[in-house]
């Protein structure tokens, strides 16, 4: 693909960024944004915040009248425009939704795009994902990652965490009800646990070292909640699988589901395996 | 004591927490930030953000030429100028100080205040405070608590959480090596469990319903890190105990360590105690 290509559809995922944060921005931190309006495609309850981001994913998606598949959390599976789709956007409207109902400062945007020809109706899975595009509102940081080249905070490149030691690791972890038993064999050997609750945001902490590591035991998070942090980690040389150390080549459904732990490194992805045992 | 009183103690207040913004800020996600220099009168490793935002307390202090008893984590307790001390100020220079060095959005710094005439050289306890600020560098957010007189987020009056459906709830836990099987109990109950890593910060969201409780069951959290946001939530209308449910009445000393378990209101601090256990 060529570069002036990457960077018509990166322009895209900026653009809806800058809209999606420019409509979510006065709803930060209020009650009514938190208000349940209804059951999105993934059967989840939907906030009033997550429909208005979503709306402006859509509207921003439709004035530019090109034929795309988008993937998205409340709206499911649609297309957009006629004709075969020239790219594939897989997107969270908002990431982190308890966190931006209380203001919590870790909530943003997700996109990831599949570019290469789709033969379309068949959905692709999250290895065929291109370019990323992660966003914390609350901060202004910006994460991206392109296939082949490289991973970037800010447009400055990132690499992830060499730190092979756990008990040296600064560990994002997903806490859930009865995840607990599974995490406390990591949790007494790492030496800093954090759960700000935004994934996205998170897994994209392990591309620049701020986490070595991400884990998310539940079996139950959204492929499309995911599939452009994956690239960013993958891109800035960091490994992605799933609890059971297998590639996360998922379906890019919004029904899919997995488990997922992201490393800075190899060996700390087998030191952490290990510990959390069974595989 | 008069309000031009507080306002006076207030506004000094507010000029360390700017003067240590502003020398803390360009240190935020730097690795020479984390640097060791040396081992604090707590007896915990001291990084040079730490030192840098510590010192920047000290010398506000001194140009003040009052007497002032500081208590602070590196530096211990001190006398500044002469004669019977004014106020003692208990201070965390740095809260979340390695969300500052990763860049983590929950860091600042806690400034408590024990204004009434002082019996010195007695250190006084924490029911002694009389005026608390939080404030978290990273969003400017400003919690702030006066004896009597309510707490207040940016300078609107705040109130804890009604909520007392434990199911219901947003809690914020410190998260050590070998808490876990105190708190899975816990985990297993509540909606949303998060760990930003900045517990004075932390604490604080408990007085405007971000949290509706924090823990710390460690027994190891450091009396001067709590002793602003204490008064924070207890004027917001929570409850402060220990993991016993004993008052913390500790002495304001830096090597004085407690658990700490703040809850939004009387009926959910008594679940929690409850599916804590033991109490």
């Not at 900026?14 to 709803?27: N, S």
């Not at 981001?53 to 499911?76: D, H, Q, W, Y």
């Not at 070292?209 to 909640?225: C, E, S």
């Not at 980690?233 to 459904?253: C, F, M, N, P, Q």
Request: with cysteine; proline share 4%.
């Amino acid at each position: 693909m060529k570069g002036s290509e990457i960077k018509f559809w990166e322009d895209i995922g900026l653009k809806i960024i800058h809209r999606v944060e420019d409509v979510v921005r006065p709803l930060i931190g209020t009650p009514k944004s938190g208000e349940i309006v209804k059951i999105g495609a993934d059967g989840t309850p939907t906030t009033m915040i997550d429909v208005v981001a979503e709306k402006e994913v859509v509207n921003t998606l439709t004035e530019l009248e090109r034929p795309l598949f988008l993937i998205s959390e409340e709206i499911g599976e649609v297309m957009i425009g006629n004709g075969p789709p020239e790219a594939i956007l897989v997107v969270d409207p908002l990431d982190g939704t308890s966190n931006a109902i209380k203001k919590i400062p870790a909530y943003g945007i997700s996109i990831a795009m599949a570019l290469t020809p789709v033969a379309s109706p068949e959905i692709p899975n999250l290895q065929d994902i291109s370019l990323g595009l992660v966003k914390n509102f609350a901060t202004g940081d910006l994460y991206s990652g392109f296939k082949g080249a490289g991973a970037f905070l800010n447009g400055e490149k990132i690499g992830s965490s060499l730190i092979d030691d756990v008990s040296r690791t600064s560990v994002g972890a997903y806490i859930y009800r009865g995840d607990m038993n599974r995490l406390e064999p990591l949790c007494k050997t790492v030496r800093r646990m954090r759960t700000l609750g935004a994934v996205a945001i998170e897994i994209s902490y392990v591309a620049d070292g701020t986490y070595d590591a991400f884990v998310d035991m539940r079996d139950n998070l959204r492929v499309v909640d995911v599939a452009a942090a994956k690239i960013i980690v993958e891109e800035s040389g960091g490994i992605v699988t799933d609890r059971y150390r297998h590639a996360l080549d998922d379906k890019l459904g919004v029904l899919e589901k997995t488990s997922l732990i992201a490393s800075g490194n190899e060996k700390l992805h087998d030191e952490i395996m290990g510990i959390l045992g069974g595989i």
